[in-house]
Structures are given as structure tokens and as C-alpha cells.
């Protein structure tokens, strides 16, 4: 027996003893331990003894083999290269390797039909289509769900959470005006694009009062500020928004089809066209939000029109 | 040859450089080219947004602001599209940023408004419960550098050849032109003018009163910054 084999029996004892004092009989050697500690010990000793003899048989072959065959003409530093044969298997596995990279590259896997864009666009083409089919029908509970979910996101920044506009800093959406607003429009007129379209309101210079037949006055606008700002309730101010108001706004202020916004409540065809177009007024400016989809207008319109009720 | 190069390693390092290199040079540079190409309705910045931009970068807002929205859908549908490397032809450097503390700002301008930012940069945590932004009073009381904005604007003009008073065309196919002043007394009479338009949908008393007197805050500049990043 020589020194490579001895070293190899060696090893492997003294890794059995490495195993044995840290797993110990109960971990697995003996007949204690549950199955799967058995198994990993098995294969770890397994392993200790193949690797050891394969070593063993290599190194020996390194050792004692005496390579055969003719020699190839050139050699380097003294280094030379035998003419042997590309073994069978080898030479078989290198060409099916050849025709499956041309496959890979020709039908497989074709160069140049990655790109992120293209898997961006396929992600987003398939949400879209889940989406739609998801929220076809959405009854009125789960667009302001959708809604309230939106809001969150892409209206509390500047609304804030409960919808209160954070001291003033945008519009309180739990009313429909404020009386600055009110009162900022009456006085510079309006072309926000409520309707969705150009249909400006005149400033005070072009706002009669039909009660009194003259142009609508500071006290008038105080008082129909508060009128309309209160929620169109009580008496104060009722007879000059009869007057000057409700020719295009509608008696109950809700609006006139193509002629003028409802003042009174919030709808879903006001809020998607303050989307659309955005708003500009006495609280300050509002941006587009043309990113949103049709459903997620939709909701977002029965989720404002909900907070104000 | 190759039985050359074999025995030569210093010229076999030098072959392989070259032909790596060379590999690199058709296949990126093209593509590189092309898509450097500023992207239509990308225009160069103003006198006072580049003063904006430089207290961007004097404040390190890029420190926790990218300006790079990545092609996934979760950030397409938080900022809008993704960004396209023509977007930042005029940027200088760009200011990509990785480090996402905060929200991407590459469109910022597309969703929130001067008096957003101004309450905003006042008191981040008014606005936004539970930000972790730091004010940023003192810009309501810094100057804003217009000599440097102004010369940053001459030298890319000069140097990169960056289109100043050249019609731009636009997305929406109209043309826009953004002019270079003559002088530096004309670049500061014009980023004032700038300056007034965003003061006015201010509502800082003192910052409205800066302006009214022909002094332009850190703040205004930045805000007509932040408005022009669509």
C-alpha cells in the first residue's frame, strides 16, 4: 500500500471522527435521530469517501500514467500536446451543442427581442386588460372604495387625508365652497372649465342682480358668498343668488347642462373635469391629472361627491 | 501572428484591447448617439430654473430624490412615463440620484403646484403627515445665484452648442424658444420677470416683498425648477 492511498484512509477517518464529534450518535450515526439527520450524515460521509478515493485515484494517475500517442509538431517551452481523439461523447455532446446555440439564437431565444420597454409594455397591457375586465361594472360601494384609494395616493398631498384641504392649502372637499372661493369668482370671473369646456363666467362688472336691475354689490356678494358657501341654507343671501345666480346655476344651484357648474354639490362630471383641465382660483392652482384612467376617474368623481353628502 | 502575440503578452493585452474596444465602439456608440438626442419638447433650461437647479444640487436634494422613473408599472402610475435618455440632453450633470428616500421628481411638475412646493419647503410634515423631509426655511431668505446660472448658460451655449434662442419643437407640435440674454443685466431683468410670475401664486408676504424689489429667493428659483420638470 503506498503513502496516497494511507493519506486518503487517513482522511477519511479522521473526517468520520470529525462527523461523529459533532453530530455525535444521537444526531444521526446511531440509531437515534429522526430520518433526515440520517440522511444528511449519510451523504456527508458518502462524500468524505468518494472524494477522498477520486482524489486518490487522480493523484496516482498524475503519479504514475504514461501518456501515449503522437506527438504534434509544435510544443511550447519544451510543453507538447498529443494528437489524441476528441473522445466520442465529447465530440457529440460539442456539435449538439453548436446546433442547439444556432436554434437559440434563430428560433428559441431570437436576437434582439428583449427589451425592458417591451416587457414594460406587455406588463402594463396585461394589467390594463385585468383591469378593465376586473371593473366593467363597478357598482357605487366599490367605486369609492377605488376612490378613497386613489385619493390617497394622488389628491391627500395637497387635499390631505380627511379631504379638509390642510388649513387651506387646497380646496376642503367636504364642502362644495369655501366663501374666499365663492367670493373670488363672483369678483374675477371664472373659466375653469367645469363644464369640460370654454364657458366663462363674467367678473362682477358683468353680473346683474335681476332683483334690483344694477350691478351685484359688495354687501350682495358678501351676502351670496355666505349663501352659496353655507350650503345654499337659510334665507340670507337667497334673494340676491335668485337674482344674479340662478339664471345659469339652476334655483337649487345645482347647474345647468352646458351652461354652468353646479355650485351646490360636487358631481362625478365636475370632479372628472377639474381633472382634466385642472382649476385655478383663490385657494391657488391645481394641476391636470391626465394619468388617470376612465374607472379611476369615475371613481374618484363618486368618491368626492361622496364626502360632501 | 497569433503564435507572435502568444510569446508577446504586453502586445497580446494590447490586441485584446483593441478588439474589445472596438466591439464596443460599433455597438454602443451608435445607439449612444441616437439616444442622447434630446427628445421632442425637452428644452434648456431658463436663466431661473438653472438657478433653481444649482440649489438643487447646493441642497443635495438628489441625496434622497432620483429623476430617473424606471419603465415599471408601480412608478409609470406614480409619476407618469417612464424617463427616456433624451430627456436629460440638456442636463448638466444629470441628476439621476439612486438613493429613493423620497419620491422620484422627474416629473414633479406635471402634479403639483407653487403653492404646493411653498408649503411644502416651509414644512414638509404640514403637507405630507409622516414625511421625514427637513425644511428648507432658509430659502426663503438665500438669494439665488443668477451670475453663475447666467454664466452656466453662456458656457453650455458656447461649448455644447445648446439650443438658446432656437425654436424647440414641442409634443404638442407648437415651436418654443428659450432665450439667452445679451447681458448679464438682461439675463437678471429676465429671470425676474420669471421670478414675478411664481411669486404671484406665492403667498409668502416676504418672498412677494424680495421680488417686488428686484431680489430673487433661493425659493422662487427653485420652485420654477421644480415646475419645469415635466
Not at chain 1, 336691475?213 to 337659510?234: C, F, N, T
Not at chain 2, 421628481?105 to 427637513?134: F, Q
Request: hydrophobic letters at 45%.
Amino acid at each position: 500500500m503506498n503513502k496516497t492511498v494511507l493519506a486518503a484512509i487517513v482522511v477519511v477517518i479522521a473526517m468520520l471522527g470529525f462527523t461523529y464529534a459533532a453530530v455525535g450518535m444521537a444526531g444521526g450515526m446511531g440509531g437515534e435521530g429522526d430520518w433526515v439527520n440520517k440522511l444528511a450524515v449519510l451523504g456527508a460521509v458518502v462524500l468524505v469517501i468518494v472524494t477522498s478515493f477520486v482524489v486518490t485515484k487522480y493523484v496516482r494517475q498524475m503519479q504514475f500514467d504514461k501518456a501515449s500517442g503522437k506527438l504534434a509538431d509544435e510544443n511550447w517551452d519544451g510543453i507538447g500536446e498529443y494528437k489524441n481523439e476528441l473522445p466520442f461523447g465529447w465530440a457529440i455532446i460539442f456539435l449538439g451543442l453548436i446546433i442547439w446555440a444556432i436554434w437559440y439564437f434563430l428560433a428559441g431565444y431570437p436576437v434582439g427581442t428583449y427589451s425592458q420597454i417591451g416587457e414594460y409594455n406587455e406588463e402594463v397591457a396585461a394589467h390594463d386588460a385585468k383591469f378593465e375586465a376586473e371593473h366593467a361594472n363597478m357598482d357605487e360601494e366599490t367605486l369609492k372604495e377605488m376612490g378613497g384609494s386613489i385619493f390617497i395616493v394622488q389628491c391627500a398631498p395637497c387635499h390631505g387625508l380627511q379631504a379638509d384641504g390642510i388649513d387651506g392649502k387646497a380646496a376642503n372637499l367636504n364642502n362644495r365652497l369655501e366663501e374666499k372661493s365663492v367670493k373670488h369668482v363672483i369678483q374675477n370671473g371664472s373659466n375653469n372649465q367645469l363644464l369640460g369646456m370654454e364657458m366663462p363666467m363674467p367678473d362682477r362688472n358683468g353680473l346683474m342682480n335681476a332683483n334690483t336691475g344694477a350691478l351685484i354689490s359688495d354687501a350682495e356678494i358678501d351676502a351670496v358668498s355666505k349663501y352659496v358657501a353655507g350650503g345654499m341654507k337659510g334665507t340670507t343671501g337667497a334673494d340676491v343668488f335668485a337674482g344674479a345666480c340662478a339664471a345659469c346655476h339652476g334655483a337649487d344651484g345645482k347647474g345647468t347642462e352646458m351652461v354652468a357648474p353646479s355650485i351646490a354639490v360636487f358631481n362625478p362630471t365636475l370632479v372628472a373635469n377639474v381633472l382634466k383641465h385642472g382649476k385655478k382660483g383663490a385657494i391657488g392652482a391645481m394641476p391636470a391629472f391626465n394619468n388617470l384612467t376612465e374607472a379611476q376617474v369615475k371613481a374618484l368623481g363618486a368618491y368626492v361627491t361622496s364626502l360632501s353628502k | 501572428m497569433f503564435h507572435w502575440l502568444e510569446k508577446h503578452p504586453f502586445f497580446f493585452a494590447v490586441a485584446v484591447f483593441l478588439t474589445i474596444a472596438f466591439a464596443g465602439l460599433i455597438e454602443i456608440l451608435p445607439n449612444f448617439a441616437q439616444a442622447s438626442q434630446p427628445t421632442v419638447g425637452t428644452k434648456p433650461y431658463s436663466t431661473l430654473e438653472l438657478a433653481g437647479r444649482h440649489v438643487y444640487i447646493k441642497n443635495n436634494c438628489m441625496g434622497c430624490h432620483s429623476q430617473l422613473i424606471r419603465p415599471f408599472k408601480s412608478e409609470t402610475d406614480r409619476y407618469g412615463h417612464y424617463s427616456l435618455s433624451g430627456e436629460y440632453a440638456y442636463d448638466r450633470p444629470f441628476l439621476w440620484g439612486s438613493k429613493r428616500t423620497g419620491p422620484d421628481l422627474m416629473r414633479v411638475g406635471n402634479y403639483r403646484t407653487t403653492d404646493w412646493h411653498e408649503n411644502h419647503m416651509k414644512d414638509p410634515a404640514a403637507v405630507v403627515p409622516g414625511s421625514i423631509m427637513p425644511a428648507y426655511r432658509w430659502m426663503f431668505k438665500n438669494t439665488a445665484d443668477i451670475d453663475t446660472a447666467y454664466a452656466e448658460q453662456v458656457t453650455v451655449n458656447k461649448v455644447f452648442a445648446t439650443p438658446y434662442n432656437t425654436e424647440i419643437p414641442m409634443a404638442d407640435g407648437t415651436k418654443a424658444t428659450v432665450a439667452l440674454a445679451g447681458t448679464l443685466d438682461e439675463a437678471k431683468a429676465a429671470a425676474l420677470e420669471e421670478a414675478k410670475v411664481v411669486a404671484a401664486d406665492m403667498k409668502d408676504q416676504d418672498v412677494k416683498d424680495a421680488v417686488a424689489a428686484g431680489q430673487i429667493p433661493e425659493i422662487v428659483a427653485m420652485i420654477a425648477y421644480l415646475n419645469s420638470m415635466k
